[in-house]
């Protein structure tokens, strides 16, 4: 299995960026996106269900990313609007490859450098 996280870079505030997270070798149930700055807890950015329907957000993003997956090709987005110096961190995808009831990222793909620069 391999999850390939792609799209970062240096934006100034208030610019757009979208990362794509591509799925390989396993069929994929929910997915979803991490971030983790220097020196901080790695925190939860939004994730996203194999039907697609009712994304979720973490309280610092909603409003302000949106989470969207194409099943056909394996990959799911996070539109990043309105970024803020606060948003510069390392982005990671994560999948839940059991698709039970409760959610469990058991594979993570490596991560992305999102900059913002103030």
């Known amino acids: 299995v391999q999850l390939q996280a792609s799209g970062g870079g240096l934006v100034p505030t208030g610019g757009s960026l979208r990362l794509s997270c591509v799925v390989s070798?396993?069929?994929?149930?929910?997915l979803g996106w991490f971030r983790q700055a220097p020196g901080k807890e790695r925190e939860f950015v939004g994730a996203?269900?194999?039907?697609?329907?009712?994304?979720t957000y973490g309280d610092s993003v909603k409003g302000r990313f949106t989470i969207s997956r194409d099943n056909a090709k394996n990959t799911m987005y996070l539109q990043m609007d309105s970024l803020k110096p606060e948003d510069t961190a390392i982005y990671y995808c994560?999948?839940?490859?059991?698709?039970?009831?409760?959610?469990?990222?058991?594979?993570w793909g490596q991560g992305t450098l999102v900059t913002v620069s103030s």
């Open positions: 996203i269900r194999r039907s697609g329907s009712s994304p």
């Open positions: 070798g396993r069929t994929s149930y929910a």
């Open positions: 994560a999948a839940d490859l059991t698709g039970g009831t409760n959610v469990v990222w058991d594979w």
